[in-house]
């Protein structure tokens, strides 16, 4: 087994991120000096999947508190205010953006922190803090959903969420991982995952790298694989999710479950406590961000369809609750009717964040 | 609206295919001047779509018998024998290459031809009207189609099924054609339809040319923009239909048809006669034929996933009969239970070849 490289350092004046727009064919990184990059990361996809964005943008933030030119605590919390809007509105859709966002915030906004120095600190010593969660969040989802991987089990996932989603480690790829690290024997069907190809530029590399068995197929072939070669369970992750269980994921992803359901497959959401959004209701809530023609009409700058062709191109869908068989959080899965078990993992993060180890609090 | 170049053309020594690997960025054609080049360009997919391979077998089998060495018509039989099932083999799925090459050896063994001439003539002659029919046939099911679209109708379609997987017309879109020319307004979300793209290369590049609105989406789209759009129908082609009514068709179709299911939207199948095998009593006798795995790693000659990728590239799937709300054929539209129809629908076919005017049995 080889390790990814690193989805995302902080270098102590800079973010680096392995640029995945890139990946597999070259393995190079980019490095954010300010908040303004680190959007343009986020939003040109440098960096993607739920949780990754949602650290960068906490590290958009520390970038903010370092070049920050004010002089007084309450002139740096402005400029992190404006900052942190910016971060907030550089993709619509995964809640982390704004969870991160408000963390930083309430982190910067404690009274005691009376000079710009402080203030500075306390945001670094933040977003190393959500960096370092982030990959005990994912271990420990890896924990709670080893039980629903039989030994042998055929996985079939979309899109990536692996390490390169993440922090490090991965989230419904992690579960997979710690399978796999625990002597169970799983084969991964992988969704390429149209139009941005996640699946077969990310997690085909992933998993290659770490000696799991899978293979490629396009995402209209999903059906046809459950029924030619019988699949055990569905696994993905998500970007928002809504109070009901309605969840917002990588486009294609409602199109699976719907396979899924004919199938009588098992189709579970890998998901942290940071991804669910109280203030949705319900599906219906949730934006859904529509992204460039040409990531479908040009493939590699070469175009495959007409020039002038009408795309329509979200970047996300929502799966209804009705369609998930159960949430893996890092607090245990959460089985129907979601709407108490959601917020009862919400609740238990929340009371849990005070009882965090001092280690991980300091990063 | 602009015709789009032909799909194959008959040149008297040669027949000419636009090259469809190629589209919409270049239009060229491609000359076969032998059997070989003739399986060749079905192999490697010049020509696609299962009307359009069928006519190329058949004028495969019109070079084999110009370029024919022997010198009595049972010499020639023979070579023709050896040709078909050269022919026969070039792809394994879609029915009409063996039903195009039975047709032509059948009307090359009528006793009375007694010359290499005369089998010659009669060979060249028959795939002419095969070509012809093709048309007419496609011009059929655009008739009989018509009333399943309401006027406004939102239409999903998947892979190609226009003018270019046809000698002309097409069969799927030929439907949409004929409500468009008939003065109804129609709009066609189109499938790219991975891993060979026809959707994005081919569909959106005719009905461009047409001036038939659409909406190009990636196949995981599909039932979101059912969820979203709202979506009247499904409209997709065949390549081989089972007896009973389970259809071989581009992967992706079975997939689409379960997402047509679970939000009630009628799946409706364009279906020339010349498809339907009732030697298959069931999709599970069909054989699906596999493709090379850089048609999914590669894109345009670039690497879009690890170089040593396992991939699984099924050309087509099985859409059970269950998940069809009805075959639109030349001889008019079967509906459940399909054993039945089906079978009248061939019947139909066979009288009627008798009564075929002469202007079309001549080309």
């Given at each position: 087994?080889?390790?990814?490289?690193?989805?995302?350092?902080?270098?102590?004046?800079?973010?680096?991120?392995?640029?995945?727009?890139?990946?597999?064919?070259?393995?190079?990184?980019?490095?954010?000096?300010?908040?303004?990059?680190?959007?343009?990361?986020?939003?040109?996809?440098?960096?993607?999947?739920?949780?990754?964005?949602?650290?960068?943008?906490?590290?958009?933030?520390?970038?903010?508190?370092?070049?920050?030119?004010?002089?007084?605590?309450?002139?740096?919390?402005?400029?992190?205010?404006?900052?942190?809007?910016?971060?907030?509105?550089?993709?619509?859709?995964?809640?982390?953006?704004?969870?991160?966002?408000?963390?930083?915030?309430?982190?910067?906004?404690?009274?005691?922190?009376?000079?710009?120095?402080?203030?500075?600190?306390?945001?670094?010593?933040?977003?190393?803090?959500?960096?370092?969660?982030?990959?005990?969040?994912?271990?420990?989802?890896?924990?709670?959903?080893?039980?629903?991987?039989?030994d042998g089990a055929r996985i079939l996932h979309h899109c990536n969420t692996?390490?390169?989603?993440?922090?490090?480690?991965?989230?419904?790829?992690?579960?997979?991982?710690?399978?796999?690290?625990?002597?169970?024997?799983?084969?991964?069907?992988?969704?390429?995952?149209?139009?941005?190809?996640?699946g077969a530029r990310l997690t085909a590399w992933e998993l290659g790298r770490?000696?799991?068995?899978?293979?490629?197929?396009?995402?209209?072939?999903?059906?046809?694989?459950?029924?030619?070669?019988?699949?055990?369970?569905?696994?993905?992750?998500?970007?928002?999710?809504?109070?009901?269980?309605?969840?917002?994921?990588?486009?294609?992803?409602?199109?699976?479950?719907?396979?899924?359901?004919?199938?009588?497959?098992?189709?579970?959401?890998?998901?942290?406590?940071?991804?669910?959004?109280?203030?949705?209701?319900?599906?219906?809530?949730?934006?859904?961000?529509?992204?460039?023609?040409?990531?479908?009409?040009?493939?590699?700058?070469?175009?495959?369809?007409?020039?002038?062709?009408?795309?329509?191109?979200?970047?996300?869908?929502?799966?209804?609750?009705?369609?998930?068989?159960?949430?893996?959080?890092?607090?245990?899965?959460?089985?129907?009717?979601?709407?108490?078990?959601?917020?009862?993992?919400?609740?238990?993060?929340?009371?849990?964040?005070?009882?965090?180890?001092?280690?991980?609090?300091?990063?």
């Amino acid at each position: 087994m080889t390790e990814p490289p690193k989805t995302l350092s902080w270098m102590g004046d800079r973010l680096r991120l392995l640029d995945q727009r890139k990946l597999p064919a070259e393995v190079m990184n980019v490095d954010c000096f300010t908040p303004e990059e680190a959007a343009e990361a986020i939003r040109n996809m440098t960096v993607r999947g739920a949780p990754a964005i949602g650290v960068t943008a906490a590290f958009g933030l520390a970038l903010a508190a370092l070049r920050c030119g004010a002089t007084d605590p309450s002139g740096m919390r402005n400029e992190l205010g404006i900052a942190g809007e910016m971060l907030r509105l550089s993709r619509p859709t995964a809640v982390n953006l704004g969870w991160a966002v408000d963390r930083i915030l309430k982190a910067a906004d404690i009274p005691r922190l009376d000079s710009v120095e402080d203030v500075r600190a306390t945001v670094i010593r933040e977003a190393e803090t959500m960096a370092a969660e982030d990959v005990e969040i994912n271990r420990r989802i890896g924990r709670h959903g080893l039980p629903l991987l039989p030994d042998g089990a055929r996985i079939l996932h979309h899109c990536n969420t692996g390490s390169l989603a993440a922090v490090d480690y991965g989230t419904a790829l992690g579960i997979v991982r710690t399978a796999a690290e625990g002597g169970k024997k799983v084969h991964v069907f992988v969704d390429e995952t149209r139009p941005r190809l996640q699946g077969a530029r990310l997690t085909a590399w992933e998993l290659g790298r770490l000696g799991i068995p899978y293979t490629l197929i396009t995402d209209g072939a999903a059906a046809f694989a459950m029924k030619m070669f019988g699949v055990d369970l569905c696994l993905v992750g998500c970007d928002r999710v809504a109070a009901n269980g309605d969840t917002a994921n990588k486009i294609g992803t409602y199109h699976l479950a719907l396979a899924a359901k004919a199938h009588g497959v098992p189709f579970y959401v890998a998901c942290p406590v940071s991804t669910i959004d109280m203030d949705c209701v319900s599906g219906s809530d949730i934006r859904i961000e529509e992204r460039d023609a040409d990531e479908i009409t040009r493939i590699n700058g070469i175009a495959v369809a007409p020039a002038d062709a009408v795309v329509w191109n979200p970047a996300f869908d929502v799966t209804p609750a009705d369609a998930i068989t159960a949430f893996i959080t890092e607090n245990g899965i959460v089985r129907p009717p979601f709407g108490p078990g959601l917020a009862d993992a919400v609740r238990k993060s929340e009371s849990d964040r005070l009882r965090i180890p001092r280690r991980l609090r300091r990063g």
